[in-house]
């Protein structure tokens, strides 16, 4: 059994994790740790998990997190660059949800997140864990840069037009919708629920962090550097990322030959899930769930391609993805504890 | 490995069978009957399947059927009573989530759905599939009649102050608030979404037919017969049913006593949670799980409890409790692949 | 032109009195107080009143409001005391939505609220403002307790059987469901959107304080003193309260009698609106009106009557109460400003 | 008083209308034609309007409706085209909300709704209701094609940019988020509560008739034919529609200098109003009005403009418009009977 830390398990990323993680056949989760709710147990703090877990959740000690094999790291950002090296010097491996390790260059860190990158050598060492493009590396690195929710949508909705080089790198728009679970547990009157429902609104426009990331993914598939727009859009619903990507097609194609292009790219991901033509994915198709669905789209008046991905943001775009990561971290096959029908309902 | 057939998968309980019999370990879907959708994959009509289940539908087919160990029969009302007396015949368990074999008595039967009863002799092998009430029997029996959604609930909140003759039993209500899922697939304006959302409704005061089944269960706990009045409300939110239960007392208790009480009488049950005194449950606490919650209050003024009780309606009311009652047949431990925390969010 | 002034402008009581004001004929705005946003424009604090209404936010400042005709004090629980004798001293007539001015006797106040009362003279001059039932007195009052949104809808849903003694006055069960802003827009977990959204709960059974309000006007109209059960709801929308009322008969009734009683009772009410024998209501048929919606229905086997009564929480149960308080107040016709048709969608 | 007849009065759009005209001082209903409801009182069907408008609804009867003087045509596509000719004739003015009469060339109709025009000489004589863009020709007009609810969105919030030149009118993308009252009352599936609320997903991608709507008035605001990609999304909430849209600049400009320039360019437009730089619009601001919000933002990495305005489909997008244009037929002032701020909750 994997002995694993959660740290940060009471917010919206680590309670996700936690849920998983209690049905994940190997592993064992020693360590909860919680800034608001140390001293009380999580069955407290989250009463759906009475009769199914009920450890106590803790101040941050480092003794008793190292004698685990794992942490993933849910805390607020910033809080995670303070943590790690301590955890990896006592020989865990690290998986972190925040945004501090997911670059590859300290001054995009830097430019996108207002001040310098407190441990460069780390992040240079860091793998991005988006298991599907970087999995080989994933398997043999001590600390994941676990990647962002609209970035996971994101990249792998456009990465098999560019890696084909089939798209324009010059007009890339992505239009994202996020449900509320992606803005965390954090009071604020925007997430109050007669602010959120029945409203649907724009925010961080041409400012995003996760902007960045995807840039840094897409550039690294397309074989050149690429900047695109990227709006997020929060919307009345939990659980859910739908990305509509627009992409200007470099030769004229069909939607069956993009379906096909796109079925044939990710042949071998079980979580990726494309659809044929003429069908497109709903959020409600993943919620829940660790897969990704892409529909692909061409408008031939335009020779425009319209691809739509749609994740669980906290599943695909967090919790779940950590456990992938951490499944090739320790050698398990990458669908053990993840294998879970969506919701639906 | 148990082979089943979930006959009517394509409906809500149907489908959220399917979900939950997907992470079973030890049963293997073979049949999936669905009138409307034969000839489709399941994973076509939900898509939240794909890649985990992709069985065609199919009309009734007896002789495949009957290669199975157990079907589970989500039909509408009247259609299971067709299809039971043949599967039983040949050698199959049957788990049948209809109205159609829950009642003792055909003249109740007869009373609350209008008509005679058409095989009263199965009426009166079947057992009534309340796990918690009825184990022993359940375990040899061939026909379950798993019990309604509002009724799983109403009964299981009040049973412990019956059995100790605690509460009058002149003065029971039953208020009852359900998500709409419970109203199941089928089209019906006051079922499209722009009816439903923001809209909070009571209906079918005083001639909902799961009244009658609260009724007899409850009778029995009594040991006396007893009428209550129950309401059910229609909420805008899919899973969940809440049930507020007001008893008058037969004598003085406070909330300790009557919450300790309800512990010891449930403390052998994983699936039911009591609360301490001073919490209450919520929906979202038992959302995707198996759980029912209850939470007691004595209102010493009155001198009566008001008793809470909550469950994920097609889960404890509907799919999880009719794989409950599969274990209990089968010899499993009745909480294999039923044994996951609520979704929360 | 009434000119009024609006304490506690920006809360969401406050701010659906200003919506409603800006439709009024008869009503100019002249001070919107807002300790939180003093300073802002209201249209900046609520984006819906741009070209509308662009009114500063202030402090309070009583020499600004002492111009006015009309004050409404929509402020914090034990903040409208400390204000209320000011402006009426400066001659304006005060109409306040907290619980401060609801109660007969001052000791009823004081067990409820856990306080003593600090004005105990005021609260003896003033009149409690539910129109239907008081509304000779409130004609020439300078004080108006606003009552509470349950109250409202429990006390108008109750009235007419216990006015004609049809009532058990010992066995009276109020369950009632709100929709959210009866929380008001003060920050919370538990009305964090992820939080209520798909939920719902029970809250403060047996205390909630509004059940001292519905007992005290309940009591005049049966002519005995008389106690209930108040269990109040929270269910995922934002407006409206559904009531559902529960009163043992005391002679045998047809749900046509009660009808045709409840109409009458109710025959020159405009806001009232009594269903016909079959019919029940729904929150979206009152949400954003001042209508109060009523359904009756007698259970025969027990000789029990259900009445549910509809509102909509910030409107009949706040501040279109309040106006149609002003209303009267001012000598003009009810409805003014107050008649139009609920949003339905 | 103008004489008014709303046919289809019990679909989404037509209620909306009634809801709205029973506030509208100069408006008397007159005639409520709905073949579904034909023989029962609006207010049976829709019980929002109780005690406002009891008027019977009836199948269309020409000679009633030939005495109004004004008839809006709220009807399935295609069956207005049978009934507007006659009721020109019988000397009425008539709003018809349908795509029917919405189009310059009969060919662009024929291409989007695969069909020919059946009426090319009305479509000839029709005037585009859409107020802001057509006002002059509006008010001496017999037919007006009252524009669809994306289109409205849409094309307010692009015109400015075009009508300066300042877009690239190659690579205009409408990625557009619409409410579920978007999709009317008829029954289907995909409008059930259960699968739509937490859901999200795009269709008609490339092929929804809008676009052709939009392109036909954004080319004549750009002075040269122009195409582009729209993409319609259904989001879980009744009402609204937010339309981000990404256009290339064709010289560097800041937020603030595109802030200003919408600004002036609706300077006199009441419903119109421009956002600050920094500010962004949502549904809530504009749900249950007839304004449109419209926020801008330069990323000046890409050099390309990113509009976000948001409409009520029902209000702006349908029955609010509507009475807009009937107030300009009759020579009132636009905002008679639309004064009124938006719901906020």
Same mark, same amino acid.
């Given at each position: 059994m994997?002995?694993?830390? @959660?740290l940060?398990?009471t917010?919206?990323?680590?309670?996700?994790?936690?849920?998983? &993680?209690?049905t %994940?056949?190997e592993?064992?989760?020693q360590?909860?740790?919680?800034k608001?709710?140390a001293?009380? !147990?999580?069955?407290?703090?989250y009463?759906?998990?009475?009769h199914i877990l009920?450890l106590?959740c803790t101040?941050?000690?480092?003794?008793?997190?190292?004698?685990?094999?794992?942490?993933?790291?849910?805390?607020?950002h910033g809080?995670?660059?303070?943590?790690?090296?301590?955890? &990896?010097?006592r020989?865990?491996? @690290?998986i972190? &949800?925040?945004?501090d390790?997911?670059y590859?260059?300290?001054a995009?860190?830097?430019?996108w997140?207002?001040?310098?990158?407190?441990?460069?050598?780390?992040l240079?060492?860091?793998v991005?864990?988006l298991?599907e493009?970087?999995?080989?590396q994933?398997k043999?690195?001590r600390?994941i840069g676990?990647?962002?929710?609209?970035?996971?949508?994101?990249? &792998?909705g456009a990465a098999?037009?560019l890696?084909?080089?089939?798209a324009?790198?010059?007009?890339?728009?992505?239009?994202?919708?996020?449900?509320?679970?992606?803005?965390?547990?954090?009071?604020?009157?925007?997430?109050?629920?007669?602010?959120?429902?029945?409203?649907? !609104?724009a925010? !961080?426009?041409?400012?995003h962090?996760?902007?960045?990331e995807?840039?840094?993914e897409l550039? %690294?598939?397309?074989?050149?550097p690429?900047?695109l727009s990227?709006t997020? %859009?929060?919307?009345?619903?939990?659980?859910?990322?739908l990305?509509t990507?627009?992409?200007?097609?470099?030769?004229?194609?069909?939607?069956?030959?993009?379906?096909a292009l796109?079925k044939d790219?990710? !042949?071998?991901?079980?979580?990726?899930r494309v659809?044929?033509a003429?069908?497109?994915?709903?959020?409600k198709h993943?919620?829940?769930s660790n897969?990704v669905?892409?529909?692909?789209? @061409?408008?031939?008046?335009?020779?425009?391609?319209?691809?739509?991905s749609?994740?669980?943001?906290?599943?695909?775009?967090?919790a779940?993805?950590?456990?992938?990561?951490?499944?090739?971290?320790?050698?398990?096959d990458?669908?053990t504890?993840l294998a879970a029908?969506?919701?639906?309902?």
């Amino acid at each position: 059994m994997i002995k694993a830390a @959660v740290l940060g398990a009471t917010g919206y990323a680590g309670i996700e994790l936690v849920r998983l &993680l209690t049905t %994940h056949p190997e592993v064992q989760i020693q360590v909860l740790g919680s800034k608001s709710f140390a001293g009380q !147990k999580i069955s407290d703090v989250y009463q759906n998990l009475r009769h199914i877990l009920e450890l106590e959740c803790t101040e941050l000690d480092l003794d008793a997190v190292a004698k685990c094999d794992v942490a993933f790291t849910a805390l607020p950002h910033g809080a995670s660059k303070s943590v790690i090296p301590s955890l &990896l010097d006592r020989g865990l491996k @690290v998986i972190d &949800l925040s945004g501090d390790y997911r670059y590859d260059d300290p001054a995009v860190y830097e430019a996108w997140y207002g001040e310098p990158h407190s441990s460069p050598e780390l992040l240079a060492e860091s793998v991005y864990g988006l298991c599907e493009l970087h999995r080989e590396q994933i398997k043999t690195a001590r600390l994941i840069g676990n990647p962002g929710c609209y970035t996971t949508c994101s990249i &792998l909705g456009a990465a098999p037009l560019l890696a084909h080089k089939l798209a324009d790198t010059k007009n890339i728009i992505v239009d994202a919708k996020s449900g509320v679970t992606g803005a965390g547990r954090g009071l604020g009157l925007a997430y109050h629920f007669c602010e959120c429902t029945e409203n649907t !609104k724009a925010y !961080k426009i041409a400012t995003h962090r996760h902007t960045s990331e995807i840039e840094q993914e897409l550039s %690294h598939i397309a074989g050149e550097p690429l900047m695109l727009s990227f709006t997020p %859009h929060l919307i009345p619903q939990k659980r859910g990322i739908l990305a509509t990507i627009y992409m200007n097609l470099t030769k004229p194609c069909t939607t069956e030959e993009v379906a096909a292009l796109y079925k044939d790219y990710y !042949k071998d991901e079980f979580f990726i899930r494309v659809k044929d033509a003429g069908e497109l994915p709903e959020t409600k198709h993943v919620a829940g769930s660790n897969f990704v669905d892409i529909g692909v789209c @061409v408008d031939r008046r335009l020779n425009r391609a319209v691809i739509v991905s749609a994740i669980d943001n906290i599943v695909k775009g967090a919790a779940g993805q950590a456990i992938q990561n951490m499944n090739l971290l320790f050698g398990l096959d990458e669908k053990t504890g993840l294998a879970a029908a969506g919701f639906y309902l």
